[in-house]
């Protein structure tokens, strides 16, 4: 199974920071169609997740563009430019290119 | 607008199965397949299988091979999964997500007690 490795597991940020997040995988998550199946969730307190980015580096509808997602192969970052207080949660990658799919641990953002 | 419905918390004896539904609404059923993803208490996200409603066609993570079954139900847009032989391993919440990730369900906590 693709193995996501995530870090950091925690990220404490203040209000307008920006922060990264990184997603290493175990195996290339290129595609033999071309696309790259990496995409990014982040999980609200009591919530379900909910989709950010797909395909690597596209923006979801409705999701602010202050965040982006970039990377290839098997290294991927999500980046949220100004943070704001909504953002609060917990950041999972996952990988759909090869069966299983599978999860990163996921990365905590706490707002300082 | 796109929602998934699904159904209530349960409270199940170890050994027992339990059937939890995920009702579409706001796009056609077919077009899309539906992923089930397990979250244990504290812990992150699991992907269990796919059913592709159209063909009646699902794929399984091995682990949960034998202890899910995945159904789909075209005349009421509504996809199920079972789960069998219960232990308290299987406590945990249960989200249904179209294949695309745009929309998940509100989640099904299944909580196995004696």
């Known amino acids: 199974d693709v193995v996501l490795t995530q870090t950091p597991p925690t990220l404490s940020a203040t209000i307008g920071q920006s922060v990264s997040i990184s997603c290493r995988s175990s195996q290339s998550l290129l595609d033999s169609d071309g696309d790259t199946y990496l995409n990014w969730l982040l999980q609200r307190p009591g919530q379900s997740p909910q989709l950010l980015i797909y395909?690597?580096?596209n923006l979801e509808s409705g999701v602010p563009n202050r965040f982006s997602g970039s990377g290839s192969e098997t290294d991927f970052t999500l980046k949220i430019s100004g943070v704001e207080a909504e953002d609060l949660g917990v950041y999972y990658c996952m990988q759909a290119t090869h069966a299983p799919l599978t999860f990163g641990s996921g990365t905590k953002l706490e707002i300082k | 607008e796109v929602k998934l419905q699904q159904s209530g918390d349960e409270l199940v004896r170890p050994g027992a199965s339990v059937k939890m539904s995920c009702k579409a609404s706001g796009y056609t059923f077919t077009d899309y397949a539906m992923h089930w993803v397990k979250q244990s208490p504290g812990q992150g996200l699991e992907w269990i299988g796919t059913?592709?409603?159209?063909?009646?066609?699902?794929s399984y993570n091995q682990k949960f091979k034998g202890k899910a079954t995945l159904t789909a139900d075209k005349s009421s847009n509504t996809a199920y999964m079972e789960l069998s032989r219960l232990t308290s391993e299987d406590s945990a919440v249960y989200y249904c997500a179209r294949s695309t990730l745009d929309a998940w369900g509100q989640g099904a906590s299944v909580t196995v007690s004696s």
């Open positions: 059913i592709i409603p159209l063909i009646d066609t699902t």
């Open positions: 395909s690597v580096s």
